[in-house]
């Protein structure tokens, strides 16, 4: 494998569209792992293309956690037909559910794109057709395709919290890993706890931030919220070790937790009942469109200013 062609992992490589998948990806020359438990899936829909050097085939069940590198997911493990997915409902459910859990987790680790394999089926059994997006459908939870709408519900679910709780210097962080580890030297163990420091001293924060807040104001509350939030950013230039990174994501951590309670307290003072939906809407707006704004400002600002002055 040369060191720019993408490995791709497909799950449910075996199977109906994922041997299609697998054909077509080895045919623009990428290196392609396939992943199947041959539940409905056959190695014979792959043979043709078991000479090609660029093909692996791994056995495994996707409600396991799996560790291998790849820059690119496509989940299509699942049953898709009653029959199949009937057969073993638990099953089923695990593979939509945990299976996705455990995907998004190497994607995370990883950094990989992913694209999940949903279905017109999380609509249920629908009164409107065909179904527009905002239209969230006639399900029931224990019909006998249940196992099968149900799980890829959950599925899509999962998929969008994903995406929404990675606000915008977390994603500063991720998108700056891969340069960051070459110039701070941290290792794959390291890294974990960076990212880890991050979490844990946030929901630590969030846990004593309110208290604070109600005692001194919202307006001193606020400000000093922001005042730390900004030292804490810039204190990420300063550090030249994984442990100064880390304590520097542990400082950030406790001072971003201000920012939601915060947030809520000053739209319940200032504005009034009727209009603080609308408030909350645009908070909550504004961070996930900071995701975006982050992946296409963060390599601008690296190759401009460099990333001390990017992350600060
Ligand atoms: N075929 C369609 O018309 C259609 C329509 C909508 C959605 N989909 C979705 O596309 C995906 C692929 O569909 P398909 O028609 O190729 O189905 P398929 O049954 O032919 O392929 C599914 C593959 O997943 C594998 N698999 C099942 N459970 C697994 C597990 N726990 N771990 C690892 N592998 C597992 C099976 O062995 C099989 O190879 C499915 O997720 C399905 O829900 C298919």
Not at 9 to 28: D, P
Not at 152 to 171: G, H, P, S, V, Y
Not at 213 to 234: C, E, F, K, V
Request: hydrophobic letters at 45%; a neutral charge.
């Amino acid at each position: 494998m040369s060191i720019n062609q993408s490995k791709i992992l497909i799950t449910g490589g075996a199977g109906f569209l994922g041997s299609h998948l697998t054909e077509r990806l080895l045919r623009e020359g990428n290196d392609v792992l396939v992943v199947d438990n041959f539940f409905t899936g056959n190695k014979q829909n792959l043979a043709h293309l078991m000479g090609n050097p660029n093909l692996e085939i791994m056995r495994h069940d996707v409600t396991f956690p799996l560790y291998v590198e790849v820059n690119q997911i496509y989940n299509l493990a699942c049953p898709a037909s009653p029959v199949h997915y009937q057969y073993d409902p638990v099953q089923t459910t695990k593979t939509s559910v945990h299976g996705v859990i455990n995907m998004l987790g190497l994607a995370k680790r990883t950094r990989a794109r992913i694209l999940q394999a949903s279905t017109s089926e999380v609509y249920g059994d629908p009164e409107v057709h065909p179904q527009p997006e905002g239209y969230w459908g006639r399900v029931n939870p224990i019909g006998i395709r249940s196992c099968y709408d149900e799980g890829k519900r959950c599925a899509e679910t999962l998929f969008f919290a994903a995406n929404t709780i990675n606000l915008l210097d977390r994603q500063v962080l991720g998108i700056l890993a891969s340069d960051l580890q070459k110039k701070i030297g941290w290792n794959e163990i390291q890294y974990g706890y960076i990212v880890s420091a991050f979490q844990l001293s946030y929901a630590i924060g969030m846990a004593v931030v309110g208290r604070i807040l109600d005692s001194i104001g919202t307006r001193l509350g606020y400000t000093l919220t922001i005042l730390l939030w900004s030292l804490a950013s810039m204190a990420h230039a300063f550090v030249g070790t994984p442990m100064g990174f880390g304590l520097a994501r542990v400082f950030l951590g406790l001072s971003e937790s201000g920012n939601f309670p915060a947030a809520i307290k000053a739209t319940s003072e200032w504005f009034p009942a009727h209009e603080r939906s609308i408030v909350a809407g645009i908070i909550n707006a504004g961070s996930n469109m900071g995701v975006i704004v982050a992946a296409l400002l963060v390599p601008f600002l690296t190759i401009q200013f460099g990333w001390q002055a990017t992350i600060s």
